[in-house]
């Protein structure tokens, strides 16, 4: 199959709704008849720090006491290619035995794991979208070793499989609106440019902006209509106040050209409320506790938060002493373990603004007095000009 029929195939699965786990076994459907392996495991992470929040298995079946055992090994300092590693060098796609020379022992967890269930080469990618990892997948063999075509395959469809995790993550959001502050919303806009809001956040959205949401809700849709095959048709609104919201084409509903397009606020992921409580984190240490388990340097994480890094390396200091680590594996390892692993394991759903769907319920958005309030249900764009600054995502 010709690399630009997988993409458009890709395209599809990404655009058509699915929630996580179906969205993971059709990419593995797409996958298989072109790469050659035994078992896959289709993971989401954190946005925010990079750590795993759930997982998929093709191939062979969940494994708590397994997965334990991979994380010990994958969080073990110098394991070559681990995901933190990849993360953190804005890596895409790589093959255990290029990466160890042919000297897979150099690995922990082809040493102890792969090695004795008669598994011969892995395959990993990470899964970006707009410079973010949204998750990962993760390829066995049994037999014979992965190839170049190999990558360039599984490489054909990461990005789309990153942008279905992203919407499947947002409509999840958009349906617990008590767990996440100012929630994503979910329109459909029709082709005749008739824009309905389908959840509560959306109406309290569509009160809030008006016509010029409206407007660039049905700009977006008209665009995934036009080119069905564009990654990442999506544009952003500024509001009056500074905030701004992301407008994304999620998918097609039907044949017809009715398009459901998710509305949010333009937020950075950030280590997530659990955290924060759990360990006594000062804004300032979440803000380096990301950067850290995301693997960037010091230099480049004092840099973007705007002071020094010796200020920046007594935050890392204050963090560990907290967190009784001595060093960043061990803080991922721990945070894995004893955070994530629980909430993995209880099927919490992650949340596509770190952490995960389990914030303390909080009163839902009251939509203000607005004296534009006639233009919230069944409204029609309008033929002012309103700019939508329309993107198609780069692959990291």
């Given at each position: 199959?010709?690399?630009?029929?997988?993409e458009s195939?890709?395209w599809?699965?990404?655009?058509?709704?699915?929630e996580?786990?179906?969205?993971f076994?059709?990419?593995?459907?797409l996958?298989?008849?072109?790469?050659?392996?035994?078992?896959?495991?289709?993971s989401?992470?954190?946005?925010?720090?990079?750590?795993f929040?759930?997982?998929?298995?093709?191939g062979?079946?969940?494994?708590?006491?397994?997965?334990?055992?991979?994380?010990?090994?994958?969080?073990s300092?110098?394991?070559?290619?681990?995901y933190?590693?990849?993360?953190?060098?804005?890596g895409?796609?790589?093959?255990?035995?290029?990466?160890?020379?042919g000297?897979l022992?150099?690995?922990?967890?082809?040493?102890?794991?792969?090695?004795?269930?008669?598994?011969?080469?892995?395959?990993?990618?990470?899964?970006?979208v707009d410079?973010?990892?949204?998750?990962?997948?993760?390829?066995?063999?049994a037999?014979?070793r992965?190839?170049?075509?190999?990558v360039?395959v599984?490489?054909?469809?990461?990005?789309q499989?990153?942008?279905?995790?992203?919407l499947?993550?947002?409509?999840e959001?958009?349906?617990r609106?008590?767990v996440?502050?100012?929630p994503?919303?979910?329109?459909?806009?029709?082709p005749?440019?008739?824009v309905?809001?389908?959840?509560?956040p959306?109406?309290?959205?569509?009160?809030?902006?008006?016509?010029?949401?409206v407007?660039?809700?049905?700009?977006?849709?008209?665009?995934?209509?036009?080119?069905?095959?564009?990654?990442?048709?999506?544009?952003?609104?500024?509001?009056s106040?500074g905030r701004?919201?992301?407008?994304?084409?999620?998918?097609?509903i039907?044949d017809?050209?009715?398009v459901?397009?998710?509305?949010?606020?333009?937020?950075?992921a950030e280590?997530?409320?659990?955290?924060?409580?759990?360990y006594?984190?000062?804004a300032?240490?979440?803000d380096?506790?990301?950067r850290?388990?995301l693997?960037?340097?010091?230099?480049?994480?004092?840099?973007?938060?705007?002071i020094?890094?010796?200020?920046?390396?007594?935050?890392?200091?204050?963090?560990y002493r907290?967190?009784?680590?001595?060093?960043?594996?061990?803080?991922a390892?721990?945070?894995?373990?004893e955070q994530?692993d629980?909430?993995?394991?209880n099927?919490?759903?992650?949340?596509p603004?770190?952490?995960f769907l389990?914030?303390?319920?909080?009163?839902?958005?009251?939509?203000p007095?607005a004296?534009?309030a006639?233009e919230t249900?069944?409204l029609?764009?309008?033929?002012?000009d309103?700019?939508?600054?329309?993107?198609t995502a780069?692959?990291?």
């Open positions: 199959m010709e690399v630009s029929t997988l195939r890709a599809r699965i990404a655009h058509s709704g699915l996580l786990d179906a969205a076994t059709a990419f593995d459907a996958l298989r008849p072109h790469v050659q392996y035994a078992i896959a495991s289709w989401t992470h954190d946005p925010a720090t990079g750590l929040t759930s997982c998929t298995m093709s062979a079946p969940k494994d708590p006491v397994g997965e334990a055992r991979l994380f010990r090994c994958e969080f300092a110098g394991e070559p290619a681990s933190r590693s990849l993360i953190g060098q804005h895409s796609a790589v093959i255990l035995s290029d990466v160890t020379e000297e022992n150099r690995a922990s967890r082809y040493r102890d794991i792969f090695e004795p269930f008669g598994l011969t080469d892995e395959l990993r990618a990470v899964l970006w410079g973010i990892a949204w998750g990962s997948a993760t390829l066995l063999r037999g014979g992965f190839e170049a075509g190999d360039k599984v490489s054909a469809i990461a990005r499989a990153a942008d279905a995790i992203r499947a993550l947002l409509r959001a958009a349906r609106p008590e996440v502050e100012e994503p919303g979910i329109f459909s806009a029709e005749d440019g008739l309905n809001p389908t959840t509560v959306a109406s309290y959205w569509l009160d809030l902006v008006g016509m010029k949401l407007t660039a809700v049905n700009a977006t849709a008209a665009a995934i209509r036009a080119n069905p095959g564009w990654s990442g048709a999506s544009s952003r609104l500024a509001l106040d701004v919201l992301s407008i994304h084409a999620a998918a097609m039907r017809e050209g009715t459901a397009v998710i509305v949010d606020r333009a937020r950075p280590v997530s409320a659990m955290l924060v409580d759990a006594g984190l000062t300032r240490q979440r380096v506790l990301g850290l388990l693997g960037r340097p010091m230099t480049h994480l004092a840099h973007s938060l705007g020094s890094e010796h200020t920046a390396q007594d935050h890392r200091k204050a963090i907290q967190m009784g680590v001595s060093s960043r594996s061990e803080l390892a721990m945070l894995q373990f994530y629980p909430r993995v394991w099927d919490t759903p992650p949340s603004y770190g952490g389990e914030a303390p319920a909080m009163e839902p958005p009251k939509a007095q004296s534009n006639a249900n069944n029609t764009s309008p033929t002012s309103v700019k939508s600054d329309r993107t780069a692959v990291d």
